[in-house]
């Protein structure tokens, strides 16, 4: 089954939290006022880059979430590395 990896640039994350009303199975909004992606891993520190592995069934909302986000923090990419959004 195809995978998808979404990855957040949390450090410009502006809390609008339209990506968890499009998905809050994967995005709730932090006490730092931030969003955190749900159960993904920091995959850049320095650029406080988070990555989160999906199924092909939780991609559409996903793609909905990183549409929705004003500061386009959110990007998907599939299992080849190619950039969806
Ligand atoms: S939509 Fe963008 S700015 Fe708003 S909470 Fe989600 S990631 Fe942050």
Redesign the pocket.
């Known amino acids: 089954m195809a995978k998808y990896f979404i990855r957040?640039k949390r450090t410009e994350?502006?809390?609008?939290?339209?990506?968890?009303a499009m998905a809050p199975m994967h995005?709730k909004?932090a006490n730092d006022g931030?969003?955190d992606l749900i159960n993904s891993k920091l995959i850049d520190k320095e650029n406080d880059i988070w990555e989160l592995e999906i199924e092909a069934k939780d991609l559409e909302k996903n793609i909905d979430?990183a549409k929705?986000?004003?500061?386009f923090?959110?990007e998907i990419f599939d299992e080849k590395g190619n950039k969806i959004i």
């Open positions: 957040l994350c502006i809390g609008a939290v339209s990506c968890e995005w909004l931030k969003i979430a929705a986000c004003p500061v923090v959110i």
